[in-house]
């Protein structure tokens, strides 16, 4: 049976929680992510531990002369987790903005759990979030990304939002669905499975 995978994106404390460093928008993805967690969680353990959905907690580590993101350090650390002893809610780490770049196995162990669609949101929408949805694309997964659910920092004179909508219209025109996180969750909680 098709199965969907969430994937939680660099939802880091030095992009999320730091109040010196975090993205404008953090407060807005930590509460869209509370939502759509407990959401999908709620289904899956309904369901089983082994049903729809896999979660995947994406990690972006860098060395210390590339950014904070140093692995072991608290701006490092993840603000959401994957529950310990939960099957098919695993922990990814990555070094590229490209999840799938940086896990050149990652596309077929998701085949092999017969994932056939990506769910994703997170922390920066122009870098990471839309790097692996482009990599899911190019591996051959339906993507559906969720609006207001993941953000970025001003950048070149344009707010946050701004740059969310510019990427989610270059990730729609790659094929790349876009859905409001509210709408998305909605709908898992009526057909009791994430799709």
């Known amino acids: 049976m098709p199965r969907s995978a969430i994937f ?3 939802i880091q404390k030095h992009l999320a929680v730091d109040p010196e460093t975090r993205v ?3 407060d807005r993805v930590i509460k869209a992510s509370e939502e759509i967690l407990q959401t999908a969680r709620s289904i899956k353990d309904s369901n089983g531990n082994s ?3 896999l979660i995947v907690f994406v990690q972006h580590e860098e060395t210390p002369n590339d950014g904070a993101l140093v692995k ?3 701006p490092w650390e993840l603000v959401f987790h994957p529950r310990a002893e939960v099957e098919g809610e695993i922990l990814v780490a990555k070094n590229t903005r490209d999840t799938f770049k940086s896990n050149r196995d990652l596309a077929q162990r998701l085949r092999d759990a017969n994932v056939t669609e990506i769910v994703a949101f997170g922390i920066q929408s ?3 979030v839309e790097a692996t949805c482009t ?3 190019a591996a051959g997964f339906h993507v559906t990304v969720l609006a207001g659910a ?3 920092y001003d950048a070149d004179g344009k707010t946050a939002q701004e740059i969310e909508r510019e990427v989610e219209l270059r990730l729609s025109t790659r094929g790349a669905r876009v859905v409001r996180w509210e709408k998305a969750i909605a709908k898992w909680v009526e057909k009791q499975q994430v799709a």
């Open 8 to 10: 939680v994106i660099d």
């Open 24 to 26: 404008p928008q953090a």
């Open 51 to 53: 049903s729809d959905p």
């Open 72 to 74: 072991g350090t608290e």
């Open 126 to 128: 122009d870098a990471c």
């Open 135 to 137: 990599g899911a694309l």
């Open 150 to 152: 993941h953000s970025t």
